[in-house]
Nanobody
Framework: QVQLVESGGGLVQPGGSLRLSCAAS????????RGWFRQAPGKEREFVARMSWGGGSTYYADSVKGRFTISRDNAKHTVYLQMNSLKPEDTAVYYCAATRGATTNPRYYDYWGEGTQETVSS
């Protein structure tokens, strides 16, 4: 049984930084694209970033481009999301996910974590 477990969320002031981690267990996801999504209260889940299984290809939502960086360590079965220059509008529950494809559509992601809350507020 595949499990994805996010960690690293919390409260941060505007302009601050956080790093989220997502560890996989139960099945190797090394050949899967790994992605991050987020969902703010009252809004739909939206794509944030994804990285190909080999790490050679990344893609970001325009809203986070230049501020967030996705990376992965296949030896640790873990993907990271480094978030810098955080804004209040980044406040959301952040989810990691995995797919065999290369897509930003959450419908095509096969595995999901339970999410970690990140709040950006002064």
């Amino acid at each position: 049984q595949v499990q994805l477990v996010e960690s690293g969320g919390g409260l941060v002031q505007p302009g601050g930084s956080l790093r989220l981690s997502c560890a996989a267990s139960g099945f190797t996801l090394d050949l899967y694209t790994r992605g991050w999504f987020r969902q703010a209260p009252g809004k739909e889940r939206e794509f944030v970033a994804r990285m190909s299984w080999g790490g050679g290809s990344t893609y970001y939502a325009d809203s986070v481009k230049g501020r967030f960086t996705i990376s992965r360590d296949n030896a640790k079965h873990t993907v990271y999301l480094q978030m810098n220059s955080l804004k209040p509008e980044d406040t959301a529950v952040y989810y990691c996910a995995a797919t065999r494809g290369a897509t930003t559509n959450p419908r095509y992601y096969d595995y999901w974590g339970e999410g970690t809350q990140e709040t950006v507020s002064s």
